[in-house]
């Protein structure tokens, strides 16, 4: 059984109390690796070989810095094959969607921040003939970047990427029950000639890590990617110490879909984001609200569309579906499903678990993409994150309802408009109370925009300018230089 260790200035480190717990592939819910749980002292080994390195590769220069991510970049699309085979057995995922689409975008965070670092600009303010202010954008130092299991090479190098561009060095805690890729990143990073420090990655859980990581006096800034309440956790332990921090949170993201839409493209696009990878993304659409006069049409074509999913194992090129991440977990959205009947919803498809009679996948965490409908808006299913297979279908009569609908929750992350009224779509880009708002689309991602939610969806924004800005710190300088 692969055994799977820290990475600490450069070389694998057995855990504090060599400890170690299983990991589990859920599509056939047997073990197959053992991964380290890492406890305070390791912490303190790599916040130690982090703050060592930090001064030369806070100087090495951002040309060097780039040549370096760039060649990480090159190496995950030279290895795609092997990358997503490993994530397909670590989370379930379809193997085609790791290889299409999450390790060549994996690999474009690495070669985007590369460019970025040899481009971050500062500002110059001149009074001429008398003084000049100007900005310096300096590295942090040390940074902890907490990525999570639904995507967990695409957060990952989404946050180490501007993180090291930037000139930190960075100690990075990948979710343990999806350690491999990240494993086989720290190999891809040494063969690319990142220096030593300069990337330490631990494994181990939140509750034992979390606290040390947020108030150690030598790390400067924390990145998460995950739930709310561990969020508001983190929050918690580092605003008194007034460390900069970025939080990615949750959601209960909408989809509004009005009469005039492009139909066909309107329920391919939404089937799609409200079922991808097991509907466990945060920018998945689970409410699809949709304009009273083609609610049944719609509805019909979208169970329609949803039945013909195939589910089962994520090896297979025709997999739409594999499992979800844990047997918990799917336990947790039935919860969710059984809740909802009881508050009046009805099932139109899905809404049980698969249990495969062949051996390989008969222990599997599979269940059925399920849609419900005749839900209130206020009920629990509307509000929390189920982060699994279930979409909930609501119609509206107009669009001031579907506005408060939409904006009903708690959270605001991402949202979905699909209309070809020009004007209702800038109307209600400045009503819907989201940091994402794609019109007639769904996951078309520019790396130069900014990224993040609003409310209980997260604080502050990562992307582009905005990461590089966050992993860096702004000194103002002032000359008088007149006579």
Same mark, same amino acid.
């Given at each position: 059984m692969t055994?799977?260790?820290?990475?600490?200035?450069?070389?694998?480190?057995?855990?504090?109390?060599?400890?170690?717990?299983?990991?589990?592939?859920?599509?056939?819910?047997?073990?197959?690796?053992?991964?380290?749980?890492?406890?305070?002292?390791?912490?303190?080994?790599?916040?130690?070989?982090?703050?060592?390195?930090?001064?030369?590769?806070?100087?090495?220069?951002?040309?060097?810095?780039?040549k370096i991510l760039q060649r990480i970049s090159?190496?995950?699309?030279?290895?795609?094959?092997?990358?997503?085979?490993?994530?397909?057995?670590?989370s379930g995922k379809p193997y085609r969607v790791a290889r299409e689409l999450e390790i060549p975008r994996s690999a474009k965070n690495f070669?985007? =921040? @590369?460019?970025?670092?040899?481009?971050? *600009?500062? &500002?110059?303010?001149?009074?001429? %003939?008398? /003084?000049?202010?100007?900005?310096?954008?300096?590295?942090?130092?040390?940074?902890?970047?907490?990525?999570?299991?639904?995507?967990?090479?695409?957060?990952?190098?989404?946050?180490?990427?501007?993180?090291?561009?930037?000139?930190?060095?960075?100690?990075?805690?990948?979710?343990?029950?999806?350690?491999?890729?990240?494993?086989?990143?720290?190999?891809?990073?040494?063969?690319?000639?990142?220096?030593?420090?300069?990337?330490?990655i631990i494994y181990g859980s939140g509750s034992d890590l979390s606290e040390t990581l947020c108030t150690h006096k030598d790390i400067k800034a924390i990145s998460f990617t995950g739930g709310t309440e561990t969020g508001a956790k983190i929050a918690q332990h580092v605003s008194p110490l007034f460390k900069k921090y970025?939080?990615?949170?949750?959601?209960?993201?909408?989809?509004?879909? =009005? @009469?005039?839409?492009?139909?066909?493209? *309107?329920? &391919?696009?939404?089937?799609?984001? %409200?079922? /991808?990878?097991?509907?466990?993304?945060?920018?998945?659409?689970?409410?699809?609200?949709?304009?009273?006069?083609?609610?049944?049409?719609?509805?019909?074509?979208?169970?329609?569309?949803?039945?013909?999913?195939?589910?089962?194992?994520?090896?297979?090129?025709d997999t739409d579906m594999g499992p979800l991440i844990s047997f918990d977990h799917r336990n947790r959205v039935r919860e969710h499903i059984k809740k909802a009947q009881l508050e009046g919803g009805r099932i139109l498809c899905g809404g049980e678990e698969i249990h495969f009679s062949d051996d390989h996948l008969s222990k599997g965490f599979f269940m059925q993409p399920t849609v419900m409908e005749g839900i209130p808006i206020n009920a629990k299913i509307n509000q929390q994150e189920v982060f699994g297979p279930v979409v909930t279908l609501i119609p509206f009569s107009s669009e001031e309802e579907a506005v408060h609908a939409s904006n009903s929750t708690s959270f605001g992350l991402a949202a979905t408009l699909w209309t070809q009224d020009i004007k209702r779509a800038h109307r209600l880009?400045?009503?819907i109370e989201v940091g994402i708002f794609w019109v007639n689309t769904w996951m078309l991602r520019d790396l130069r925009t900014p990224f993040g939610g609003m409310k209980s969806s997260g604080v502050g924004r990562e992307g582009g300018l905005e990461a590089m800005r966050f992993f860096t710190e702004p000194k103002n300088v002032c000359i008088d230089y007149s006579s």
């Amino acid at each position: 059984m692969t055994q799977i260790n820290n990475f600490i200035n450069g070389d694998y480190l057995a855990p504090e109390g060599n400890i170690y717990v299983s990991g589990i592939n859920p599509s056939n819910g047997e073990p197959f690796y053992e991964v380290c749980a890492s406890k305070e002292k390791d912490v303190m080994l790599a916040v130690a070989a982090a703050k060592e390195a930090f001064p030369a590769w806070s100087r090495t220069d951002a040309f060097e810095r780039a040549k370096i991510l760039q060649r990480i970049s090159e190496l995950i699309l030279e290895n795609r094959d092997k990358l997503a085979k490993l994530e397909s057995k670590d989370s379930g995922k379809p193997y085609r969607v790791a290889r299409e689409l999450e390790i060549p975008r994996s690999a474009k965070n690495f070669s985007f =921040f @590369a460019a970025a670092c040899t481009q971050l *600009a500062s &500002e110059c303010h001149p009074v001429f %003939g008398h /003084s000049v202010n100007y900005t310096l954008r300096q590295p942090l130092g040390v940074v902890v970047c907490i990525s999570p299991w639904n995507l967990p090479l695409y957060l990952l190098t989404w946050k180490i990427a501007p993180a090291l561009a930037a000139g930190n060095c960075v100690i990075a805690k990948p979710a343990s029950i999806t350690p491999l890729t990240a494993h086989f990143l720290t190999k891809l990073c040494q063969e690319a000639g990142l220096p030593k420090g300069a990337l330490n990655i631990i494994y181990g859980s939140g509750s034992d890590l979390s606290e040390t990581l947020c108030t150690h006096k030598d790390i400067k800034a924390i990145s998460f990617t995950g739930g709310t309440e561990t969020g508001a956790k983190i929050a918690q332990h580092v605003s008194p110490l007034f460390k900069k921090y970025s939080l990615e949170m949750g959601g209960k993201n909408s989809a509004l879909i =009005f @009469a005039d839409c492009d139909f066909d493209k *309107a329920v &391919e696009t939404t089937v799609r984001s %409200g079922f /991808s990878n097991q509907g466990q993304i945060c920018l998945c659409m689970p409410r699809v609200l949709i304009e009273a006069p083609i609610y049944e049409k719609f509805k019909e074509a979208f169970i329609k569309k949803v039945s013909s999913l195939k589910i089962g194992d994520p090896m297979r090129e025709d997999t739409d579906m594999g499992p979800l991440i844990s047997f918990d977990h799917r336990n947790r959205v039935r919860e969710h499903i059984k809740k909802a009947q009881l508050e009046g919803g009805r099932i139109l498809c899905g809404g049980e678990e698969i249990h495969f009679s062949d051996d390989h996948l008969s222990k599997g965490f599979f269940m059925q993409p399920t849609v419900m409908e005749g839900i209130p808006i206020n009920a629990k299913i509307n509000q929390q994150e189920v982060f699994g297979p279930v979409v909930t279908l609501i119609p509206f009569s107009s669009e001031e309802e579907a506005v408060h609908a939409s904006n009903s929750t708690s959270f605001g992350l991402a949202a979905t408009l699909w209309t070809q009224d020009i004007k209702r779509a800038h109307r209600l880009a400045e009503k819907i109370e989201v940091g994402i708002f794609w019109v007639n689309t769904w996951m078309l991602r520019d790396l130069r925009t900014p990224f993040g939610g609003m409310k209980s969806s997260g604080v502050g924004r990562e992307g582009g300018l905005e990461a590089m800005r966050f992993f860096t710190e702004p000194k103002n300088v002032c000359i008088d230089y007149s006579s």
